[in-house]
């Protein structure tokens, strides 16, 4: 009896993300992938693939240092920017002087109630760094890290390979 006066959270439900923010009176979600000639084209839509199955919201944003979008995913326009300004105070704020230089990748990892986000700080052969945030329900923080840390190694590895 005590379950038919439990509403579910709506979060909960099925449904894709999109309808989620469209009935909030959102924007609608941005997509924006990688150009054609990208090297990291196939691994943005891996990554779109996998946030796509996951029963809860999902993000993500590539970004340069500097703010620049590259790739996103889920998001709406007028948060791009405002993301991409999170991610890099964030990141910043765990890492004194900068990403680790022995490191090829470095992450940091943010939790708010089930809302889990991992930033991955990816170099380029630039010698510059681009900003990969990924953010999910429904995945625990480890997995998240751990999957978000492969797909920055797998982009570093992109990048560097057409240097």
């Given amino acids: 009896m005590t379950a038919e ?4 959270h709506p979060l909960a439900r099925g449904g894709s993300w999109i309808g989620r923010a469209s009935r909030r009176g959102r924007e609608p979600l941005l997509e924006q992938s990688p150009g054609p000639g990208s090297p990291v084209g196939g691994l943005w839509a891996s990554l779109v693939e996998v946030l796509a199955a996951i029963d ?7 970004a ?3 703010g620049d979008a590259l790739a996103v995913h889920g998001l709406a326009r007028a948060d791009v920017a405002r ?5 890099r105070a964030a990141f910043a704020a765990r890492t004194p002087g900068g990403p680790d230089p022995e490191r090829a990748v470095d992450t940091v990892e943010l939790t ?12 380029s052969p630039e010698g510059e760094r ?7 329900q429904g995945v625990s923080v480890q997995v998240l890290e751990a ?10 590895q992109a990048l560097s390979a057409t240097a």
């Avoid at 809860?56 to 944003?61: D, M």
């Avoid at 993301?83 to 991610?87: C, E, F, M, N, T």
């Avoid at 708010?112 to 170099?123: F, K, M, N």
């Avoid at 681009?130 to 999910?136: F, K, N």
């Fill in 56 to 62: 809860g919201p999902s993000c993500a944003l590539l």
């Fill in 5 to 8: 006066l439990v509403t579910p």
């Fill in 147 to 156: 999957w978000t840390r492969r797909l920055a190694d797998d982009i570093h």
């Fill in 112 to 123: 708010l109630g089930l809302l889990h986000t991992v930033i991955a700080s990816v170099p």
């Fill in 130 to 136: 681009h900003l990969l945030t990924v953010t999910a």
């Fill in 64 to 66: 340069t240092a500097d």
């Fill in 83 to 87: 993301v991409a300004r999170q991610s």
